[in-house]
């Protein structure tokens, strides 16, 4: 937009800051997934109360990943406070080469998890709130199979325990004092 002024044209600078401030907002860091909407209702004296919990994951893509679960009477509100608790709660995961270093299997109540590391273009071979977490991650070959619950919050949980317990070589040749030579071939001194 131009604006004759006297005898000469000029932009609107206004206008052109604004665009330009727009432009040069920071992108979200984060990959950020919902995983699980659940709608809960209170009846009282007048009716019924309705809320909302929200299970979602938030992962930097690069090993880094952290689950939360906000509650509150609408759903952008649970989200937002579920994204801003997941960001509080990320965990760094040790990964080999797009996968996880060795198999295990996560529990949380009766909700267990198996994870196994995948070849090579094997892909994410999970189911729900599993994918997400992988996903968010930056795992790109993994195996993974739910045994018992089905309940998104149990499995979701379990597969952050075994994340969090899982060690590469390296991590634990280090905690060691060995090469991770020794580590792998078990010849400990």
Same mark, same amino acid.
């Given at each position: 937009?131009?604006?004759?002024?006297?005898?000469?044209?000029?932009?609107?600078?206004?206008?052109?800051? *604004?665009?330009?401030?727009?432009?040069?907002?920071?992108?979200?860091?984060?990959?950020?997934? %919902? %995983?699980?909407?659940?709608?809960?209702?209170?009846?009282?004296?007048?009716?019924?109360?309705?809320?909302?919990?929200?299970?979602?994951?938030?992962?930097?893509?690069?090993? *880094?990943?952290?689950?939360?679960?906000?509650?509150?009477?609408?759903?952008?509100?649970?989200?937002?406070?579920?994204?801003?608790?997941?960001?509080?709660?990320?965990?760094?995961?040790?990964?080999?080469?797009?996968?996880?270093?060795?198999?295990? %299997?996560?529990?949380?109540? *009766?909700?267990?998890?198996?994870?196994?590391?995948?070849?090579?273009?094997?892909?994410?071979?999970?189911?729900?709130?599993?994918?997400?977490?992988?996903?968010?991650?930056?795992?790109?070959?993994?195996?993974?199979?739910?045994?018992?619950?089905?309940?998104?919050?149990?499995?979701?949980?379990?597969?952050?325990?075994?994340?969090?317990?899982?060690? *590469?070589?390296?991590?634990?040749?280090?905690?060691?004092?060995?090469?991770?030579?020794?580590?792998?071939?078990?010849?400990?001194?």
């Amino acid at each position: 937009m131009t604006i004759q002024q006297g005898n000469k044209n000029t932009t609107n600078r206004f206008r052109r800051d *604004s665009r330009n401030r727009r432009d040069q907002q920071p992108e979200n860091e984060y990959l950020e997934k %919902i %995983i699980y909407v659940n709608r809960v209702s209170k009846t009282v004296k007048g009716g019924r109360h309705f809320g909302f919990s929200v299970l979602v994951c938030v992962g930097d893509e690069n090993g *880094s990943v952290g689950i939360a679960l906000g509650k509150a009477k609408a759903v952008p509100d649970a989200v937002r406070k579920g994204f801003e608790r997941a960001r509080k709660d990320m965990v760094k995961v040790d990964l080999y080469k797009d996968t996880v270093p060795h198999p295990y %299997i996560g529990r949380f109540g *009766s909700a267990e998890v198996v994870i196994r590391p995948a070849a090579p273009g094997t892909g994410v071979i999970a189911g729900g709130a599993s994918r997400a977490i992988f996903q968010a991650l930056g795992v790109k070959d993994v195996l993974v199979k739910r045994i018992g619950s089905k309940n998104p919050v149990n499995i979701a949980k379990a597969t952050m325990n075994a994340l969090k317990a899982m060690r *590469s070589v390296g991590t634990v040749a280090k905690h060691r004092n060995l090469a991770p030579v020794q580590v792998v071939t078990g010849k400990g001194e």
